[in-house]
């Protein structure tokens, strides 16, 4: 996906240029910018975020002071962020095309999102189209494109998709578990209830 989607983190040095010039998609992990207009925002359960959050200090940036699990999600790393990110997006301005997406949704059918967001598009997908793209979406695949894939300098071959998990979720506690539920349940709330509209409006097309 790196040769078509710019990373709004990173300077790729390879775009493929066959790709339709008059699209511009962009990848980020950034809040809200005015620069965007049509937007397809991927959220996630805040405990699961948290945690994976939380593994990738870890593994991924052992140099950086966190604490445990408990003062990770009270810092300013943790729910707070978790809050501001999705608020940018769920308080953007009116005119902007706002499409949220829960991982879980992708996860559980892959194929109706990927339907829906081409019949979006003006795009019609053949079922055997979608099939490969989904397979080429597979864990076995990406792992074979991150190993060659730098990372904006920091990724190594071995380090992505490993499935080594230093924290999982039976490590938390019910304290912190409540924490993060409390704090973050109307935003997911939100996001969660606007999703299930959006998808519910666009069954009638496909």
């Known amino acids: ?16 240029d066959s790709f339709d010039t008059n699209v511009n998609l962009i990848k980020s992990h950034y809040e809200y910018s005015s620069s965007y207009r049509n937007i397809v925002h991927l959220f996630r359960n805040p405990t699961d975020v948290m945690i994976s959050y939380y593994n990738y200090f870890l593994v991924f940036n052992k140099n950086v002071k966190i604490g445990n699990f408990s ?29 949220p997406l829960s991982y879980e ?10 339907r829906v967001h081409s019949t979006l598009l003006g795009i019609k997908l053949e079922s055997s189209v979608i099939e490969k793209s989904i397979e080429l979406s597979s864990r076995r695949n ?7 894939y730098n990372s ?3 990724g190594k071959e071995g380090e992505l998709f490993t499935g080594k998990k230093v924290f999982s979720k039976q490590d938390v506690t019910l304290e912190d578990l409540q924490f993060i539920e409390n704090s973050t349940s109307e935003n997911f709330q939100r996001l969660s209830a606007i999703e299930g509209r959006f998808y519910d409006s666009m069954s009638k097309y496909l």
């Open 1 to 16: 996906i790196n040769t078509f989607v710019r990373d709004s983190h990173f300077s790729l040095s390879q775009i493929n």
């Open 71 to 99: 003062t990770f999600i009270r810092s300013r790393r943790g729910v707070i962020r978790w809050n501001s990110h999705t608020e940018s997006y769920l308080n953007a301005d009116l005119s902007v095309r706002y499409m």
């Open 105 to 114: 949704r992708a996860v559980r059918d892959p194929g109706l999102v990927c």
């Open 142 to 148: 990406m792992t074979n494109f991150e190993s060659a």
């Open 152 to 154: 904006g300098g920091r």
